[in-house]
Nanobody, 125 residues
Framework: QVQLVESGGGLVQAGNSLRLSCAAS????????MGWFRQGAGKEREFVAG????????ALADSVKGRFTISRDNAKNTVYLQMNILKPEDTAVYYC??????????????????WGQGTQVTVSS
């Protein structure tokens, strides 16, 4: 069982930055691929970024490439989402997710076993 707790959300103006953190419980954090998803009001949950257990492989949604970066610190059981040049359309609840995998980073929510409670990100224009 893995418990995930997100933090770092808030209200920012367009063009500014935020860094989200997701702290995971357990001693085997490095075997889990981690993902960030978001869900805007009235929208389906969508993939934002993912990272393999070692951190060697990452994936980003086209809508955030060049602006967002995903990273992880396995010693701290934490995954990060650095969000730069934020836009109003980035407004959503952001969720951290985990899955046990040795293969490619998945972009589908159904592939992930564990989820955090979410953190709200609001970008004003």
């Amino acid at each position: 069982q893995v418990q995930l707790v997100e933090s770092g959300g808030g209200l920012v103006q367009a063009g500014n930055s935020l860094r989200l953190s997701c702290a995971a419980s357990g001693r085997t954090f490095s075997i889990y691929h981690m993902g960030w998803f978001r869900q805007g009001a009235g929208k389906e949950r969508e993939f934002v970024a993912g990272i393999s257990g070692s951190g060697e492989r990452t994936a980003l949604a086209d809508s955030v490439k060049g602006r967002f970066t995903i990273s992880r610190d396995n010693a701290k059981n934490t995954v990060y989402l650095q969000m730069n040049i934020l836009k109003p359309e980035d407004t959503a609840v952001y969720y951290c997710a985990a899955r046990r995998s040795l293969w490619s980073v998945s972009t589908t929510p159904e592939a992930y076993e564990y989820w955090g409670q979410g953190t709200q990100v609001t970008v004003s224009s």
